[in-house]
């Protein structure tokens, strides 16, 4: 079953505009991650952030945590097309060590 | 370095045939697991080991699903009589594992197409 359920499912932009994805669990977890994955193949890890953190940045995404509304987004400032792709979120709950994953955002940046 | 690699790529095989996925992890990597994602789908979790041992094996879907690991290192994932619905991306992931949660590091993946 999914923990994390990423909003929206898909997101169509022009390139230079900002993309926000958000993601709902409904457990406590210990931590949650992004990643991003291209043409239906491998993930790439993008960012972690746990539960005691409440913003972290990489380059041009910023990531944020609300553990009281169980919530988390994910900002893409200044899209480019090499933004498209899904995002995914999953979240780890109490000694598990195995990431739950979202059905994933698709992302698409027009040039 | 080296990332995790999977094997083979692309895979069609007859219904009822047995397949057999590989997946090469990082080295040094003692987490190791296997998800399934079906066309513009999540991952579903199959199973994950811990070194050799398989704490949990949760996620497979039948008894026709089976996974091992050796040497702490190369894991297989065997499917037996395949059915058309195992039609699917099977990506294999590995990290550390230690007091805290690290990052997972993914193959590209091993494309299955029963006919």
């Known amino acids: 079953s999914q923990q994390g359920e990423e909003d929206p499912q898909a997101l169509s932009i022009q390139e230079g505009e900002n993309a926000t994805m958000n993601c709902s669990y409904k457990t406590s977890i210990n931590n949650l991650q992004w990643y991003r994955q291209n043409s239906g193949r491998g993930l790439v890890h993008l960012i972690l952030?746990?539960?005691?953190?409440r913003e972290k940045h990489s380059g041009r995404l910023r990531v944020t945590l609300d553990t009281s509304k169980k919530s988390s987004s994910l900002l893409i400032t200044a899209s480019r097309a090499a933004d498209t792709a899904s995002y995914f979120c999953a979240t780890e709950s109490g000694g598990s060590y195995i990431p739950t994953f979202g059905r994933g955002t698709s992302l698409i940046v027009h040039p | 370095g080296a990332g995790v690699s999977q094997s083979p790529s692309n895979k069609v095989t007859e219904k009822g045939k047995d397949v057999e996925l590989r997946c090469d992890p990082i080295s040094g990597h003692t987490a190791l697991y296997w998800y399934r994602q079906s066309l513009g789908q999540g991952l579903e979790f199959l199973i994950y080991f811990q070194g050799n041992s398989a704490p949990d094996k949760s996620g497979l879907p039948s008894d026709r699903f089976s996974a091992e690991r050796t040497g702490g290192s190369v894991s297989t994932l065997t499917i037996q009589r395949t059915q058309q619905e195992d039609s699917a991306v099977y990506l294999c992931a590995s990290s550390l594992l230690g007091r805290e949660t690290y990052e997972q590091y993914f193959g590209p993946g091993t494309r299955l197409t029963v006919t």
């Open positions: 952030i746990r539960s005691n953190e």
